[in-house]
């Protein structure tokens, strides 16, 4: 039996509406706002990160001035009658929220109106949506991230994701959701015709339904690499090996003396059993907890074998360039040379990053994936990504401790 009695309700709810150029601007100014409410929300729409900053909808406010100020309705009354159909269950949220099926209904009337311009139209629609899967998004991760989280872990996490991962392949939140919103209204999608007809109650819940478990996915995806990332944090915040180096006695030269540590890990490099440290490497794999152990090895014993070989040169310029970056971030940021623990949690999230400005950090990262090709057969985009990253670390790492191993 088909259910239609929500199109009704609304026609009678939302009579007062004209669905034409002016409302859609109206309706689009709403979710401007609420793309750029504070810093916070225009930080994160324009970034890749979850949880930094941390942005949520507020019912008692985003959900006041959508049924006040775009639907012009007592959100009381509209649930009331909404709740009186058949095909709702008060006790499905998100299937029978008022603000989410209002977003459907919208969606339908601005898709079906003749009184609205093509270019409005189609960027009201988007942008409806936008709005229904941010507000689906962020309540789902604040459930699980109940305060803001350490930037550093959520760059390690946002540089785990395989590059298959939308987001990565949008670049921000706003094209993520945008992205997403095109899907939804494109003539293929799976709710094309509801959205057209209306008339379905049990279609227009399963919409619904559809597009917060797509992005129920991509939060647990998003958590899942946050976890890890998490993880490694702890690891290297609790090694027992980072305490071998404790101490300044431990450390090299000072931080403004590029050449002694560049002398130092070249001579370093020069013999296998001399670059290759286990205690180093421990600490390396704490801080890149996905990487498989073998694959650092590979990459290692390659540097050690092919150190000082023509057919390998690159080796040469990447053990330079490297520290170069290294000491040249951890003098311009004033850390301690003896933080190593800092140090290296931010390194790491400067090695991960997406973008990167330093000539010495890119032209490094060119010559770590030459390395890391060449020294291991795996062919996993993430694995590779990740050995880079492990790879530019250890260099790193070798050539702050180098007295240690003198």
């Known amino acids: 039996m088909i259910h239609n009695e929500l199109k009704g309700i609304f026609t009678t709810q939302l009579k007062h509406l004209k669905f034409d150029d002016r409302y859609a601007k109206q309706v689009m100014s709403y979710v401007t706002g609420f793309i750029n409410k504070n810093e916070n929300h225009t930080v994160f729409f324009g970034s890749t990160l979850i949880g930094t900053p941390q942005i949520a909808f507020v019912p008692r406010e985003d959900g006041r001035q959508w049924f006040e100020g775009i639907l012009d309705v007592d959100e009381k009354e509209l649930r009331d009658a909404l709740h009186s159909a058949k095909a709702i269950d008060p006790s499905h949220n998100v299937g029978s929220s008022p603000y989410n099926l209002s977003i459907i209904y919208l969606a339908h009337m601005f898709l079906t109106s003749k009184s609205i311009s093509r270019r409005r139209q189609d960027e009201v629609l988007i942008q409806l949506f936008v709005m229904l899967q941010a507000k689906f998004l962020t309540s789902l991760v604040n459930n699980f991230l109940e305060h803001e989280v350490n930037k550093d872990i959520a760059i390690a996490a946002y540089a785990s994701l395989s ?12 094209a993520y959701f945008r992205y997403r919103a095109e899907d939804i209204l494109s003539d293929s999608s799976i709710h094309s015709e509801t959205l057209r007809r209306f008339n379905n109650d049990d279609k227009i819940t399963y919409a619904l339904s559809d597009i917060q478990t797509r992005e129920r996915a991509t939060a647990n995806l998003l958590m899942d690499a946050f976890t890890a990332a998490h993880a490694a944090d702890t690891r290297i915040h609790s090694s027992s090996a980072i305490s071998t180096f404790d101490g300044v006695e431990s450390l090299g030269a000072r931080v403004d003396n590029n050449r002694a540590y560049i002398e130092e890990i070249h001579k370093a490099a020069s013999e296998r059993a001399s670059f290759d440290i286990p205690d180093v490497k421990d600490i390396i794999l704490a801080l890149m907890p996905t990487l498989p152990p073998k694959v650092l090895d ?24 490297n520290v170069i970056h290294a000491i040249g971030f951890i003098r311009d940021n004033k850390l301690k040379i003896t933080d190593l623990r800092n140090i290296l949690i931010r390194l790491r999230s400067i090695y991960m990053a997406p973008k990167a400005a330093d000539a010495y950090l890119l032209r490094s990262r060119e010559l770590a994936d030459g390395v890391v090709n060449a020294a291991t057969s795996t062919t996993n985009k993430a694995t590779l990504a990740s050995a880079r990253v492990a790879v530019m670390l250890y260099i790193t790492l070798r050539a702050l401790v180098y007295r240690k191993y003198s």
């Not at 590059?163 to 706003?174: D, H, N, P, V, Y």
């Not at 590979?298 to 990447?318: F, T, V």
Request: charge should be neutral; proline fraction near 0%; glycine fraction near 14%.
């Open 163 to 174: 590059k298959r991962f939308i987001l990565k392949q949008m670049g921000s939140w706003i």
């Open 298 to 321: 590979e990459c290692l014993g390659y540097i050690g074998d092919n150190y000082g070989d023509r057919r390998a040169d690159g080796i040469s310029e990447l053990l330079e360039k």
